[in-house]
């Protein structure tokens, strides 16, 4: 069965960091592009980095040179690495799975992420 289990969130002040971590298991990891979306109260989940199975990258605009995607195939682990918080990157962040077929297929349980002084 396929799990996604983020973990890493937690309330951090503007202009520091956190690391998101995903654990994938049930699945062939390395053969799937992975990505992260977040969802901020009452708006609509967003598409923030997206990495392909060779370790190909997308950022959203916002986050461009501020976050940091990569992957462990052997531990079957997606990260995110988040520079420079800003109060507007405040949101429940999700692992998700991309399926060339299936579009985003399954997605985690979610992990918060709260920048505020």
């Known amino acids: 069965q396929v799990q996604l289990v983020e973990s890493g969130g937690g309330l951090v002040q503007p202009e520091g960091s956190l690391t998101l971590s995903c654990a994938a298991s049930g699945f062939t990891f390395s053969t799937f592009a992975m990505g992260w979306f977040r969802q901020a109260p009452g708006k609509d989940r967003e598409a923030v980095s997206i990495i392909s199975g060779a370790g190909y990258t997308y950022y959203e605009d916002s986050v461009k040179g501020r976050f940091t995607i990569s992957r462990d195939n052997a531990k079957n682990t997606l990260y995110l690495q988040m520079n420079s918080l800003k109060p507007e990157d405040t949101a429940v962040y999700y692992c998700?799975?991309?399926?060339?077929?299936?579009?985003?297929?399954?997605w985690g349980q979610g992990t918060q992420v709260i920048v505020a002084s």
């Open positions: 998700v799975r991309h399926n060339p077929e299936r579009d985003y297929d399954y």
